[in-house]
């Protein structure tokens, strides 16, 4: 395909043959991108080709590197490898602008609006127009951003704040400021995740027009029923690698489910618990927000519970809403027999419920977590001091420090080794240690083994287990469905902020996890039929 | 945003012409103008700053500076061009270390302030020198009978409205200082924004605006004096947060940071009027700025 592309270059726009003289297939192709964060590999040789008048889907589970892919052709993280050839040619872009300029648009998956500026600013930011001066046109960029916004089936002031829409609202912006512009290829990174079905339903008439103006788009959902709509090319990652590149057509929702899924499990886990004691954390009427249907959970003494889903469905608001940095709408907490009284307080949560033997490790050890700068020795007698008053002399905790370190096997030079400089894998251990040295029996535990390569990830699962085994309890958040089946003993499923299903581990399969998660989808969009 | 500090300096003018016969006499309202207007210059400058997120403590270094330039000796026409030069000079220095070495604006501009006042101590140890004639009629005198502090303010205003609210790089600043409040500082880059030129340029605005200041000043005294603007980037940081301008960046504008710089000039001009101690103007001028940003940070996004 790369050979095909380079052979035949377009002919010039203004040539006398015009654009039929050569006709060039592909708008834009990337091939065998390479790209890896802090050592982890993200994308491992990944091509894709991108043809106009076409809707190209690109699918895989979480963490399999569609955004990375898609923010690498945006400009805004360059390759490690690989190259990315524009109608033929071989291009680099060093930031978002120089993707901008040739002409790949992106409506990115976060957010990414100023809430300080109106929406006309934001859908005309970075290509203002402006009067035969050279000052900014207001007045037309107001005008203009209001028949985009006409065109989305919105009726808001393109004056109004950003800061004032609604999420939904916002999304919108976003896909306005994304597509309404001039051209040819065009990113959506889950552009639907805060829509409502009729909202969809407008999104899809413009991609259709987008479509049948020979221009490419790449779209990135996770609603099977939005792929099968619109899309033509199915393109499934997984785990940085591609698995393949179909026609719709020939796709079937099943199918294309066992295309993300499809791996072995790798031997990595340790065996799991049986006993189950009595129950540690119970949870029962929990509503996260006013909108979200109740739900209850029971962590039971030497049990590890997995929350399992898509991204952002409100595992990480659960969690979170225990330890007080997010407050839930409703439901009652106990932990070991006495009740915690929501919503936690932001300030104070963490500690109190380390006082009634609750830990939390947080997804980004380097921004939450690990005082970085400091040595080992100094994080885990953090969580051991935390406890004491704190005036107290500070105590000595050389052997507790020694032993914490040689049980998880933290490879570094000595307790004084500064943390930043280990590996990715024992600065998880330390964040780990800190709690199993305090006497924490209830542990919390986000992305358990993000940025951690595999022989640690399997030493990381044998703590957690033995720590379940001598009594504690674990609930899990994981990206990685993979690591919580064989982790855990039981899976949540959460979607839409509510657990839809539970089953035991040990007959979860990625294929059922994905399927309970993404029918659910479809039936709380049946249920909310008010919304359409 | 702006309403609020405009009302804080009718409560002040009044209180004042209802407690000190002098405020409402007609030299003391003529001598406020001259008085407000390097204020108004220098905090206008640092206001672009401000918006985008950063700070710059090399103003009043910058101020001194440009008087002691001014005091050289030399023709006017070489020494004025020189002095903005030398300004931007500055600000792309500023702008360029905290861009592409990734050094905290405070350390930075803190830094310059110091090699500012370093070399402006050699070039006068003591205040002392002439400015040129030209220098001191473009301040001291009127035209068509309007003094000329008054076209000093139209000037700063006109141009500083058209660089905020007319150009690209005005929205961009926003933009930037939207992402950066917002606590996704690459916002802006990701919309295809030369954030980093963006950057370099307001500081080196504000530097400009910081010797436009200095040039007034110096027609004031009529010399060069190495501690003239001593302090002065306190006084204009003040007057930017009492104007409502966050100092986290993205939100303000000028109207506040105008109003801002008046409140500031009558505070200091009923504390000469009531003979209030010049050591204890500074410790009340502290007192405002902590105030006022600690009521800030209450008001975080979304206004």
């Given amino acids: 395909m790369v050979a095909r592309a380079t052979q035949c270059l377009p002919a010039p726009w203004n040539s006398p043959e015009g654009r039929g003289a050569c006709v060039v297939k592909t708008l834009v192709e990337m091939s065998d991108i390479r790209k890896a964060f802090a050592g982890t590999a993200a994308l491992k040789g990944v091509s894709i080709a991108l043809q106009p008048g076409s809707v190209h889907a690109l699918m895989g589970e979480n963490g399999a590197g569609k955004s990375t892919l898609m923010k690498i052709l945006a400009g805004v993280h360059q390759p490690d490898g690989g190259a990315i050839l524009r109608d033929g040619r071989q291009v680099a872009f060093h930031r978002p602008k ?220 659960f969690l979170r809403s225990l330890v007080g940095q997010y407050h839930p709408f409703a439901g009652r907490v106990t932990i070991k027999g006495k009740s915690l009284p929501l919503p936690v307080s932001p300030g104070g949560g963490v500690r109190r419920l380390q006082a009634m033997g609750v830990g939390f490790v947080p997804e980004d050890r380097k921004e939450d977590g690990l005082f970085l700068g400091l040595s080992v020795a100094h994080n885990i007698a953090a969580a051991l001091h935390s406890k004491r008053s704190e005036l107290a002399l500070a105590a000595g905790y050389q052997r507790r420090i020694a032993d914490t370190m040689s049980s998880l096997a933290v490879k570094a030079s000595g307790p004084g080794a500064v943390v930043g400089t280990l590996s990715g894998g024992n600065q998880q251990k330390v964040l780990l240690g800190r709690y199993l040295a305090a006497d924490i029996d209830i542990l919390l535990v986000e992305e358990p083994t993000r940025g951690v390569d595999i022989g640690a990830k399997s030493e990381i699962y044998r703590l957690l287990r033995e720590f379940a085994r001598k009594g504690g309890a674990v609930l899990v958040l994981s990206r990685e469905t993979v690591e919580l089946i064989g982790l855990c003993d039981r899976i949540c499923v959460v979607h839409n902020d509510t657990i839809v299903k539970e089953m035991p581990a040990a007959d979860a399969t990625e294929h059922n996890i994905l399927d309970a998660a993404l029918s659910a989808n479809g039936e709380a969009n049946g249920a909310k039929g008010e919304r359409r | 945003m702006w309403i609020l500090p405009l ?180 916002a802006a880059h990701n919309f295809g924004i030369a954030d980093r030129r963006n950057i370099v340029l307001a500081y080196v605005i504000c530097a400009c605006f910081a010797a436009l200041a200095g040039i007034f000043l110096a027609g004031r005294i009529v010399s060069g004096d190495p501690n003239v603007g001593l302090l002065f980037e306190l006084d204009a940081i003040t007057a930017v947060a009492i104007g409502g301008t966050q100092l986290s960046g993205g939100i303000g504008g000028l109207h506040g940071t105008v109003i801002g710089a008046l409140v500031m000039a009558l505070l200091a001009n009923g504390m000469n009027l009531t003979n209030v101690s010049p050591f204890i103007q500074t410790t009340i001028k502290g007192a405002i700025l902590l105030l006022v940003v600690a009521l800030q940070s209450r008001k975080k996004m979304g206004l």
């Fill in chain 1, 98 to 317: 120089d993707a901008l300029e040739a002409g790949i648009s992106t409506v990115f998956q976060e957010l990414s609006l100023l809430p300080n500026l109106t929406i006309a600013e934001n859908m005309f930011l970075g290509r203002e127009p402006t009067t035969a001066f050279g000052w900014v046109d207001h007045r037309r960029m107001r005008r203009e951003a209001g028949k985009a916004l006409a065109g989305l089936g919105l009726t808001l002031d393109p004056g109004t704040l950003v800061s004032r829409l609604s999420i939904a609202e916002r999304q919108f912006v976003e896909i306005a400021h994304g597509i309404m512009t001039d051209a040819s290829v065009f990113i959506l990174d889950e552009p639907t995740a805060a829509l409502n079905a009729a909202d969809v339903e407008v999104l899809n008439r413009h991609i259709r027009r987008l479509k049948d103006e020979g221009k490419a788009v790449v779209y990135i959902s996770h609603r099977m029923d939005e792929i099968f709509a619109i899309c033509d090319t199915v393109t499934v990652l997984k785990d940085g690698e591609l698995v393949g590149t179909r026609a719709i057509a020939e796709m079937t929702p099943a199918s294309l489910i066992a295309m993300m899924v499809g791996r072995e499990l790798a031997d990595l886990f340790p065996r799991r618990g049986d006993a189950h004691g009595p129950a540690m954390l119970s949870v029962e009427d929990f509503r996260i927000t006013e909108r979200s249907r109740p739900f209850s959970l029971s962590l039971s003494r030497g049990e590890i519970v997995a929350l399992a889903g898509l991204e952002g469905q409100g595992q990480q608001r």
């Fill in chain 2, 7 to 186: 009302l804080i300096a009718l409560a002040i003018a009044l209180w004042l012409s209802l407690k000190t016969a002098q405020f409402l006499n007609g030299e003391n309202l003529l001598n406020l103008v001259p008085q407000a207007m390097p204020l108004v210059i220098t905090a206008v400058g640092q206001m672009f700053v401000v918006l985008l997120g950063g700070l710059d403590l090399s103003v009043g270094s910058m101020i001194s500076f440009t008087t002691a330039v001014l005091a050289l000796g030399g023709p006017a026409w070489v020494l004025i061009p020189a002095v903005f030069v030398l300004a931007a000079l500055v600000g792309f220095t500023n702008g360029f270390i905290i861009t592409r070495f990734n050094v905290h604006p405070i350390i930075a501009t803190l830094s310059m302030q110091y090699i500012l006042l370093g070399i402006t101590r050699v070039l006068r140890p003591v205040s002392g020198g002439t400015v040129p004639d030209v220098v001191i009629s473009a301040v001291a005198g009127s035209f068509l009978g309007v003094p000329m502090p008054v076209f000093w303010g139209i000037f700063t205003l006109a141009v500083a409205w058209k660089l905020l609210y007319g150009s690209r790089f005005g929205l961009h600043l926003f933009a930037i200082g939207g992402g950066v409040s917002s606590g996704v500082e690459d």
